[in-house]
């Protein structure tokens, strides 16, 4: 009459705390979990193939839904491929903009994700104080703009127009308030013991494990393993700037959640020497009107928020790409999920899952 | 039926409609105070459109539970299902009625106890109903039929009974130090020889962490964990029923920081109030006010607690209660057990 089984239980796609339209097939023992499959899928809009049927210049728009949460990112990987393909120098003053931007935008995409993340752990009140940030951040987008989400903030060659006026003094207000508005996040999690005991050794992902599954970003970084695209195969000039590339040393959610931390620091430092140095000059490269790229193949990755975000395009002829294909880090890292939670409780899948920081609409295109 | 008894039946009848209405009003603005408590934290401006100040929030809120379909899922176990809620609700009502809120004021003649049953072994009835909500959160998870609830039940289940263990243990030492389970003595006992607070400080935290515990607020709500189990035990439920294990917690609340102001402050007593030889009333009138006064103060921790700090996993939470709680209660006891047998207080 008694006996035990095992349950199975499905966390999402409506789950509050699975990031969107994630769907995780769960088989419990107890409260122990013994096997975890994501379904993916819930989001896809085809959007490879859209951009099949869209002129360059209408692509843009399209990469603004992606990774929702950092759209600046896939503006700037989508033209920095475009323009690599068609040879097309960006000015100086243009790729400091949008290192800026980028850079911004990398602080509001962690605000997000740890607000969200310390929301999944029971820790409300830390949402709200990054929110108030990122909210300061989405207005400067929106003085730059006028989007408050979705940007398509670039042009092929550059952008489309100068900074308006008072802008970078803006930003510079920003990054001059916003490491003591850091230090109150980390007053309320980094020595916070039931965080601690929430996070450390939780969700261990090893680096060879990482590097086999193809993970990259800070999560990839938090296990010891150096690479940052930034400083690998630098981009709109990234090799001009000083910043430290944060490691963590066992890889588990705590360790995730530091990188990301000092990561915002770095940011902001990058924001700073951009607006130290900022060259004078045009903002856009002379380009065609009807942009035509030249026949052939071009692979283009940039470090968005999440990891390693690239671009890969086959150009036959004519105004539109023969095949457009989006290397998404939410999509590369969520493998990685079932190898760090099995065996761990069905509390940790939480803290697991928002210590990724995945995007849906990255994952499922 | 002789005089006596009719004074005593009007008596009673008019004070638990009192405390009734009391403890609901109570209920329904610690739900507005909560919310104006959690955006002064976090820095937004909360609930002020409904009356001046958002003061008449709750009733729009009542309204709104009370016209909000009332749904059974069609799996659902359904006597247990609509009993639940009553379950859990009846008895965070009825535990306030043994706690004594002020000395005994003098009306028409009478000497009237502040509070509704001055009962020998007030104590343990206490007991006796903060684990009967434990019932209510279960059969609420079983029955609903849907594996988050039913898990949040179990979680509830295991937690509250850990949890009693350690929290029966330190109130031992209350009693050893008074040797009454009487409300009224342990307060009056305090009143002479200063507040348990002080002397039984170890067995105060305990018995105010398991207060979290018990009524399952953060850092302890794992029952309805909402980032992990959706609601917990009452994801299935919606409208006036949804809005009983609501109003639960906040009677919860409000009972287990009464007893906190009883058990460990000291209760209605007021120190140096004796020496200013005020009459009766007004010192009974003011010993009410100190102990709502200390009620306050536990019920904002409550608050403050919830809106600053993560929540346990499973495993850490059983672990604090059997690993470090129940030991420390132990220890507590021992040490009460000998300052009660030098006479040292």
């Given at each position: 009459m008694f006996r035990t089984e095992e349950m199975d239980i499905n966390m999402g796609p409506q789950h509050p705390s699975t990031h969107g339209v994630l769907r995780l097939k769960l088989t419990l023992e107890g409260e122990v979990i013994s096997d975890i499959r994501p379904v993916i899928g819930y989001l896809h809009r085809g959007v490879e193939k859209l951009c099949e049927h869209r002129t360059y210049p209408m692509i843009e728009p399209l990469t603004d839904r992606l990774d929702y949460v950092a759209a600046i990112s896939e503006n700037l990987g989508y033209c920095g491929a475009v323009e690599k393909l068609m040879g097309v120098q960006v000015p100086p003053r243009a790729q400091y903009i949008r290192v800026i931007l980028a850079e911004l935008q990398r602080v509001a995409s962690h605000l997000l994700w740890l607000g969200t993340h310390a929301l999944d752990l029971g820790a409300m009140t830390v949402f709200f104080y990054t929110f108030r940030e990122r909210e300061l951040i989405l207005d400067l987008f929106e003085a730059f703009c006028g989007a408050r989400l979705t940007y398509n903030s670039m042009r092929i060659g550059g952008l489309y127009e100068d900074v308006p006026a008072g802008w970078f003094d803006r930003v510079r207000h920003f990054i001059d308030i916003f490491p003591s508005r850091e230090k109150e996040y980390e007053d309320l999690l980094t020595v916070n013991r039931i965080f601690k005991g929430r996070t450390v050794g939780v969700g261990i992902l090893k680096p060879e494990d990482g590097i086999a599954l193809g993970v990259s970003g800070p999560t990839l970084r938090a296990s010891g393993v150096n690479y940052d695209v930034r400083v690998a195969q630098p981009y709109s000039s990234y090799e001009q700037f000083q910043f430290d590339v944060p490691l963590g040393a066992n890889g588990d959610t705590y360790d995730r959640y530091l990188v990301r931390m000092e990561e915002m620091r770095q940011s902001c430092r990058i924001i700073r020497q951009a607006l130290e140095r900022m060259p004078q000059g045009e903002v856009r490269a002379k380009v065609p009107k009807y942009i035509k790229p030249p026949a052939g193949e071009v692979y283009h990755v940039v470090e968005s928020p999440r990891g390693e975000q690239g671009f890969y395009i086959v150009q036959?002829?004519?105004?539109?790409?023969y095949r457009m294909r989006f290397r998404a880090p939410s999509f590369v890292n969520l493998q990685a999920l079932p190898t760090m939670c099995k065996g761990q409780m069905i509390a940790d899948v939480v803290a697991v899952i928002g210590s990724i920081d995945i995007v849906l609409g990255d994952c499922d295109r | 039926m002789s005089q006596e008894l009719t004074r005593v039946l009007i008596e009673s009848g008019v004070k638990i409609a009192l405390f009734f209405v009391i403890v609901l009003t109570l209920i329904a603005y610690l739900t507005l105070a909560e919310r104006r408590v959690s955006a002064w934290i976090q820095d937004r401006r909360g609930p002020n459109r409904v009356g001046p100040f958002g003061l008449l929030q709750p009733v729009a809120d009542g309204i709104k539970f009370l016209f909000k379909e009332a749904i059974t899922p069609l799996n659902a176990y359904r006597p247990v299902y609509l009993l639940a809620p009553a379950l859990i609700f009846v008895p965070a009502l009825v535990?306030?009625?043994?706690?004594?809120?002020?000395p005994p004021v003098r009306l028409f003649g009478y000497d009237i106890p502040l509070q509704i049953a001055d009962v020998d072994n007030g104590v343990l009835i206490i007991l006796a109903f903060a684990s009967m909500g434990v019932y209510g959160v279960a059969l609420a998870g079983w029955s609903s039929n849907n594996k988050y609830s039913l898990m949040g039940g179990i979680r509830s289940s295991s937690q509250m009974i850990s949890y009693e263990l350690a929290m029966g243990i330190s109130l031992v030492g209350v009693l050893m130090a008074t040797g009454s389970l009487r409300l009224n003595d342990i307060v009056q006992q305090q009143a002479q020889r200063g507040w348990?607070?002080?002397?039984?400080l170890p067995g105060f935290i305990i018995f105010l962490t398991a207060a979290f515990a018990e009524t399952n607020r953060l850092p302890f709500d794992l029952p309805e964990a909402e980032s992990e189990l959706v609601a917990g035990y009452h994801t299935e439920y919606s409208g006036m029923r949804f809005s009983m294990f609501y109003m639960a917690e906040y009677a919860n609340m409000i009972t287990a920081s009464a007893l906190l102001a009883t058990l460990y402050c000291g209760g209605y007593h007021v120190p140096g109030l004796a020496r200013l030889g005020l009459s009766g009333n007004v010192a009974a009138l003011l010993g009410a006010a100190a102990f709502g006064v200390k009620m306050g103060a536990f019920l904002f921790l409550y608050l403050w607690v919830r809106w600053t700090l993560p929540r346990f996993r499973y495993d850490q939470l059983m672990n604090l209660g059997w690993k470090v709680l129940l030991p420390a209660s132990l220890l507590h006891l021992l040490w009460v057990s000998l300052i009660v047998l030098k006479g040292w207080v």
């Open positions: 036959v002829a004519g105004e539109m790409p | 535990t306030f009625s043994v706690i004594p809120v002020g348990n607070m002080f002397w039984q």
